[in-house]
C-alpha cells in the first residue's frame, strides 16, 4: 500500500486514538495514540504537531511512523532541569537530560524513565516485581529491616486467623484494613500509619509516603516535591 505523510491534528487519549490531517489533501483520518513500536523506539504517545507516515485505509491509518516529533513546552523543558538540580540535592542521580524527561512526561510514556530511576533508589513498601503483597512472605520482614536504622527493634507480624497486625516492641495489635486483591494498599494502611505516628516520635527523618497502589519511604519534603512535579502522582494508598 502506498503512504502518506500526515500532520498529527487532534489528540484524545481518553478514547486512545489521535486525528491525521493527510498531505495530500482530504479529510482527517484516525490512527492509535501510540505508533506502532519498533526496534528500540520509545513507547511516546503523539501529540499535536507531530509528523507521521502511515498507510491512509478509508477513514484511518495503519503503520503509522515517526517523521518529526513535536516539542515539548520549553516551560516543561525548564521545569524538568529545576527538578533534577533539586533531586541531585537529594544525592539522587538520574541519568537523562530535562529535554528528555520533559517529552516522556509529556507524552505519557509508558516507560517512564524518572519514576523507574527514583524506584529503583528509594525504597518502596511493596515488590511488586517479586509476587502480589497477599502471597509477598517477606513483606514484613523488609518492612523490619527499613526501619531498623530508625526504630531499632521494629518488628511486625500478622496474627493468623484474625485481620491483625502485632507491632514490636510493645506487642502493639493493630486491625488490618478492608483491602482486596485488587487494592492490598487498604489491608496494610492502618500499619503504615502506625509505623509512621511511631517515625514522627524518634524524630526519623523518613516517612512512608503513599502513592498509587504502594508506599515510598523517604523524606517528607523530598515526597513533596516528587508530587508536586507530578513524578509519582498523588497519594494513591
Known amino acids: 500500500m502506498p503512504q502518506d505523510t500526515f500532520t498529527v491534528e487532534e489528540v484524545n487519549p481518553r478514547h486512545g486514538f489521535v486525528r491525521l490531517r493527510p498531505d495530500s489533501g482530504g479529510g482527517l483520518v484516525n490512527a492509535p495514540l501510540y505508533p506502532e513500536p519498533e526496534s528500540g523506539e520509545q513507547p511516546l504517545q503523539f501529540r499535536v504537531g507531530d509528523r507521521v507516515r502511515a498507510e491512509r485505509r478509508g477513514l484511518s491509518a495503519s503503520g503509522v511512523r515517526w517523521v518529526s516529533r513535536a516539542e515539548p513546552p520549553p516551560e516543561l ?3 524538568m532541569g529545576e527538578l533534577l538540580a533539586k533531586l541531585e540535592a537529594w544525592e ?8 528528555d524527561l520533559a517529552e516522556h512526561h ?3 510514556s509508558r516507560e517512564d524513565p524518572l519514576r523507574a530511576e527514583l524506584l529503583a533508589q528509594l525504597p518502596t513498601f511493596f515488590d511488586w516485581e517479586l509476587s502480589h ?10 518492612l523490619a529491616a527499613a526501619m531498623q536504622p530508625y ?10 486467623g484474625r485481620e491483625l497486625f502485632v507491632v514490636e516492641p510493645g506487642a502493639d495489635q493493630l486491625p488490618a484494613g478492608a483491602g482486596d486483591w485488587e487494592d492490598p494498599t487498604k489491608t496494610f494502611a ?11 516520635a524518634a524524630g526519623a527523618p523518613v516517612r512512608w509516603v503513599p502513592m498509587a497502589r ?21 497519594g494513591g494508598a
Open 151 to 160: 526504630l531499632p527493634g521494629f518488628a511486625a507480624r500478622p496474627v493468623e
Open 133 to 142: 503483597p497477599y502471597e509477598d512472605a517477606a513483606l514484613l520482614e523488609r
Open 77 to 79: 523543558v525548564e521545569r
Open 106 to 108: 509529556w507524552r505519557a
Open 92 to 99: 539522587l542521580k538520574v541519568p537523562a537530560t530535562a529535554y
Open 190 to 200: 492502618p500499619l503504615l500509619q502506625a509505623v509512621n505516628a511511631r517515625l514522627e
Open 214 to 234: 504502594d508506599w515510598l519511604l523517604a523524606p517528607p519534603a523530598l515526597a513533596r516535591l516528587l508530587v508536586l512535579h507530578d513524578v509519582l502522582g498523588p
